[in-house]
């Protein structure tokens, strides 16, 4: 499944009651703390992608034992068993640990082994290895880890000004030379990265006193919320922009099964998808309801979509586990026809960073201009996502540019399928002249667009599909593997196209 034609889309409505595959973030962290601990952790509703895999690769290669098997009752997760290493600490890997396409993977794993004397090389496919490393790097080696780039940088350690001016970036492959003797810090870290702050808390696990992190806006906190649950204290201030951890402590594995929530930033496609089809009328279950990671939805209301949620905690529904260190809820989305543009601001970003591709195709229905303010952050995703939701919105003949550091879009306030044709004018990042004469094509032309290998964007544009009946050739679908594997299967199903 590479390639998506979509010559006999129509747009029928999304309807019904659904789930989606259980949290990326969450997984991750679950994967991770539970290969550090002492002990077996039994887990639930772990996401069964590519990306996972690739931290369950790793853990395995590390010395943990995993034993998951596939919920048959629940398309795309895992069940079982994940034993860890505990007080013996992880074993020297043999070979050189893949990362494949997983950027929290590779940053997590950084802060994980800068605390033991290990040498791990870490590589990952043709994407991360142009993702830069050395925002995490860079505490780290003040914590006195070292990293080595196995490639263009071979031979330097990173931490010396020079290097910086040779090198501005540190990629994958490279090297990770962790140290029994690190050194507690604070970090005052210049990008609101929940990737960046995991990876100095878990190194600070290691480290002699305490480290601590502050960000400069509160990224998500899965890993403040979930380590606990493994028995180690930490302290959060600021309204959680600054966590403090005490080096010295020893995961426990924990006692009750670990239910992993569905994972809102994939329910944000199905949630959209909905409104812009319409009589549509979704329900989305056991999504996470931390804040954190549901600006998307805030965001949809205020541009007019209709959407009803339930906290499932707050019900003490059956569904919740005894444990519970996620709130989770039932999300409904409505056909919503009736769009405003807004400005999305600069602190409000990180709660929605993985959904700006969809929320940039819903602001294309929306009357007026739509502003996602200071989104550099999207440059260094799996693909230059700016410059990417910016070629396919034009390239479907919207409005859309980047402004210094803001993203675009400027909607008429009618869904694309309302109309008779659809405009047509070349891609560029730069706001188009109002005074050039546009062409118009038919809506049901064919049109290719790129995913760039991205799993959001091929999502993003499998939504413009279905919700517009537009017949797209769509490159590049295997990507999807990297977060939801079913989810052009669930698109179809929901509609019963
Ligand atoms: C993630 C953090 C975010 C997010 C990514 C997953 C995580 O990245 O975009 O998809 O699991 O910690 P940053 O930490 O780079 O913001």
């Known amino acids: ?31 991770l703390f ?22 369950l690769d790793a853990v395995v290669a590390l010395g943990a034992q995993v034993d998951l098997t596939e919920d048959a009752d629940f398309p795309d997760t895992l069940y079982g068993t994940i034993t860890g290493w505990g007080k013996a600490g992880p074993a020297q890997p043999a070979q050189a640990i893949d990362c494949g396409n997983s950027g929290t993977t590779a940053r997590l794993l950084m802060g994980l082994l800068a605390g033991y004397p290990l040498r791990v090389e870490l590589v990952g496919d043709e994407s991360l290895s142009r993702r830069p490393m050395r925002r995490v790097a860079e505490p780290l080696t003040q914590m006195g880890a070292r990293f080595e780039s196995a490639g263009k940088l071979a031979g330097k ?73 493994f028995g180690v204290e930490l302290e959060r ?86 444990l519970s260190f996620e709130s989770r809820g039932t999300i409904t989305a409505f056909y919503s026809p009736e769009l405003q543009g807004t400005t999305i601001e600069a602190g409000e970003i990180p709660s929605l960073i993985d959904e700006i591709p969809i929320l940039a195709l819903l602001a294309t229905a929306a009357q007026g201009t739509t502003r996602f303010c200071e989104v550099s952050e999207l440059r260094v995703k799996e693909t230059d996502r700016l410059a990417a939701i910016v070629e396919g919105l034009t390239t479907l003949g919207f409005i859309a540019y980047v402004e210094e550091n803001d993203l675009v879009i400027e909607g008429d306030g009618t869904i694309l399928s309302h109309r008779s044709s659809a405009a047509s004018h070349s891609s560029s990042l730069t706001k188009p002249n109002k005074n050039v004469t546009k062409s118009y094509r038919p809506l049901k032309a064919r049109i290719a667009l790129a995913t760039h290998n991205d799993h959001r964007l091929a999502m993003t544009w499998l939504v413009a599909a279905r919700a517009f009946a537009l017949n797209l050739d769509i490159d590049g679908l295997e990507s999807l593997t990297v977060s939801y594997p079913s989810f052009l299967k669930d698109l179809e199903r929901l509609g019963s196209l």
Do not use: W
């Open 1 to 31: 499944m590479t390639q998506f034609n979509g010559a006999n889309y129509t747009n029928k409505p999304l309807v019904g009651t659904t789930t989606v595959p259980g949290d990326k973030s969450i997984s991750h962290r679950i994967a």
């Open 34 to 55: 539970a290969a550090c601990a002492e002990g077996a952790t039994r887990v639930r509703g772990l996401l069964n992608s590519a990306d996972v895999h690739s931290t």
């Open 157 to 229: 350690s990173i931490g010396k000004p020079t290097d910086k001016q040779e090198s501005p970036e540190l990629t994958l492959p490279l090297v990770v030379h962790g140290s029994s003797e690190l050194r507690g810090i604070h970090y005052d870290s210049p990008v609101a990265s929940a990737q960046v702050k995991s990876a100095v808390l878990l190194a600070g696990l290691n480290a002699q006193g305490a480290t601590s992190v502050t960000e400069p806006r509160l990224s998500r906190t899965h890993t403040e919320l979930l380590l606990p649950s």
């Open 237 to 322: 201030r600021d309204y959680g922009r600054t966590t403090l951890i005490e080096g010295g402590q020893h995961l426990q594995a924990c006692e009750a099964e670990l239910q992993v929530p569905s994972d809102p930033s994939s329910a944000a496609f199905l949630l959209i998808a909905a409104a812009l089809t319409s009589s549509s009328e979704l329900t989305v279950q056991g999504v996470s309801l931390n804040p954190t990671r549901t600006g998307f939805l805030s965001i949809m209301r205020r541009m007019g979509v209709k959407i009803a949620i339930r906290n499932s905690n707050l019900e003490n529904e059956e569904e919740v586990p005894a």
